[in-house]
């Protein structure tokens, strides 16, 4: 089988395309490929942002290969859901030994191996450095719309639709769906579109919150990546910082929350990114007589990133 993600470069954008014919649907295969991208984008300071997007012209993801599914539920045993959080920390911590995780690999917990997985990825996504933008080319559902959840930006086609539907297979999301989705548009309007499963269409999810914009289907690559190429020039250790900031703090007390914004900016503020930036503002303040944001060329270099460029030496 080929590879179901298919990556071009622009400067520090990558263009990352979810290909799997004939359905376009996310499985195994493409999780790991997902894991793989996600690294590589972490560990290259060249990578500034990633664009995932469908291949299919007017598909991003159908949703998660159903058939993968139902082989994982012939193969585990029916249990609780009490004991279904006891094996899922059971198996988490035991998979960390290879030998441990090989064994598991080949037995009725395969499934839950798998579905861990999915979840790091995504949580890798929104601790990373990298910038995360989807560009929903068309419908999604399912893991797919899971998978624009964890992302930072998600930009839609203007024919565009989005479902979370499995109450209509008979289970719950699976990929974070329950938390990310409340946590962006609220708990009442999430569990309706849960719960009814039904589909919504590009300007209902603009005014929901649930994607940042809508963009003509013809130009929509075009414009995520003008804005990607903009992002990309942000400082990956802050943005970091903010993102574990505001999706791991912000689900916490304000108290506690605080102290995690606190943390960051103090670890931040010392780096030399940071201190490179510092060092332009004031110098620019001292030789001009003015603050950067007074200055109409130095805005827009302030917007656009090019202020003070952490990647040039």
């Known amino acids: 089988m080929g590879k179901t993600i298919h990556i071009t470069r622009k400067g520090r954008v990558l263009l990352a395309r979810l290909h799997n014919p004939p359905y376009a649907l996310m499985n195994d295969q493409m999780v790991s490929e997902l894991a793989e991208l996600v690294a590589t984008a972490e560990s290259d300071d060249d990578i500034g942002v990633v664009v995932l997007t469908g291949a299919e012209p007017n598909i991003f993801l159908a949703h998660y290969d159903v ?12 249990i609780a859901e009490r004991q279904a959080v006891r094996a899922s920390r059971l198996t988490r911590g035991l998979s960390t030994l290879p030998a441990v995780r090989r064994f598991l690999q080949r037995s009725p917990l395969a499934g839950l191996l798998k579905l861990q997985r999915m979840h790091d990825v995504l949580v890798q996504i929104g601790r990373s450095g990298t910038i995360y933008v989807a560009a929903i080319n068309g419908s999604t559902a399912g893991s797919g719309l899971e998978l624009c959840l964890a992302c930072d930006f998600r930009y839609i ?15 719950p999301p699976g990929a974070g769906g329950t938390q990310r989705l409340a946590r962006l548009i609220g708990r009442a309007k999430a569990l309706e579109l849960m719960l009814s499963g039904r589909i919504v269409g590009a300007e209902e ?30 400082y990956k250790p802050a943005v970091s910082v903010i ?15 605080i102290l995690h914004e606190q943390a960051g900016f103090l670890a931040m503020l010392g780096s030399t990114g940071a201190k490179k930036a510092m060092r332009a503002y004031v110098s620019f303040v001292e030789q001009r007589g003015a603050i950067p944001a007074m200055d109409p060329e ?14 040039e030496n």
């Not at 058939?67 to 029916?78: F, G, I, K, V």
């Not at 649930?210 to 130009?219: K, W």
């Open 67 to 78: 058939s993968e599914l139902l082989r994982a539920a012939n193969q585990a045993p029916s």
């Open 157 to 171: 086609a203007d024919d565009g639709e989005l479902a979370q539907p499995e109450v209509l297979l008979g289970f």
């Open 205 to 234: 999810a603009k005014n929901l919150g649930l994607v940042t914009d809508v963009f003509p289907h013809d130009q929509l690559i075009e414009k995520v990546m003008a804005v990607a190429e903009v992002l990309a020039t942000r």
């Open 243 to 257: 993102k574990r900031a505001t999706l791991e703090g912000g689900s916490l007390p304000l108290e506690e929350g």
């Open 298 to 311: 130095a805005r827009e270099q302030l917007q656009a990133g090019t202020f003070a460029p952490f990647y």
